[in-house]
């Protein structure tokens, strides 16, 4: 089993509308979590973290749940520059430094 | 400007020939990482560094060597042993003493001839 997964997608929407995605991991001796943003052949940049209560920036939102060990990204209103691939990462307590990355979701936003 | 260079942007590679790739970074950070992403896959770990002359071995070390000898330089030589090195190479670092979050290179495409 991978220690992070994500449905790989595609999820293709229309302009406007609210998706979700969720990303689980294995290790319950996580202890930060991530959602890194990657457009096409570019490098990954950071969108959010996630904390333990949630967290709200603009129309993204992001959610953890620790007891079924999964994290989530909602985003509202979607607009065509949200079309991108969407990494979760996690970083585990016993490691400063090691952050494992999931394999990612596509997205694809339609007019 | 701060922020984390790698070069080349575009890379090839003859069969049995070793290749290094450059990774500079100017915001005084400690760790580092290199990471290699397949298409349509995640980014796997190779090699990561938390601070100069030490570094660890990440999930696929296996025909990478890396080197530390300065703050700000994390090189990575793609040695002939890696025998499927065709793929996406990103450089990152972050801060060590209790910044969460990493910063990417623009990455290097490796491709083998």
């Known amino acids: 089993r991978k220690e992070v997964e994500q449905d790989p997608g595609p999820f293709n929407v229309p302009e406007g509308a609210t998706v979700a995605f969720n990303c689980t991991y294995s290790n319950s001796a996580s202890q930060s979590f991530f959602w890194y943003r990657q457009d096409c052949r570019k490098e990954p940049k950071l969108l959010m973290s996630v904390y333990s209560s949630g967290n709200e920036d603009g129309r993204f939102t992001a959610q953890l749940n620790r007891a079924s060990q999964y994290i989530s990204l909602l985003i509202r209103d979607s607009k065509l520059s949200d079309s991108a691939t969407y990494l979760c990462a996690v970083r585990l307590r016993s490691s400063a430094s090691k952050i494992i990355f999931g394999s990612g979701t596509r997205l694809s936003i339609r007019p | 400007d701060g922020g984390i260079t790698q070069s080349p942007k575009y890379l090839f590679r003859k069969e049995g020939q070793n290749v290094t790739l450059s990774c500079e970074q100017n915001?005084?950070?400690?760790?580092m990482y290199w990471y290699r992403q397949d298409p349509g896959q995640g980014l796997r770990l190779i090699y990561y560094s938390q601070i100069v002359n030490d570094f660890q071995k990440g999930d696929i070390a296996e025909g990478y060597s890396v080197s530390r000898e300065k703050k700000e330089s994390f090189p990575l030589t793609v040695t002939s042993a890696q025998k499927n090195p065709t793929a996406f190479y990103l450089c990152?670092?972050?801060?060590?003493?209790?910044?969460?979050?990493?910063?990417f290179g623009p990455g290097t495409r490796l491709l083998v001839l």
């Open positions: 915001l005084n950070h400690d760790a």
């Open positions: 990152a670092s972050k801060d060590r003493g209790g910044g969460e979050t990493q910063y």
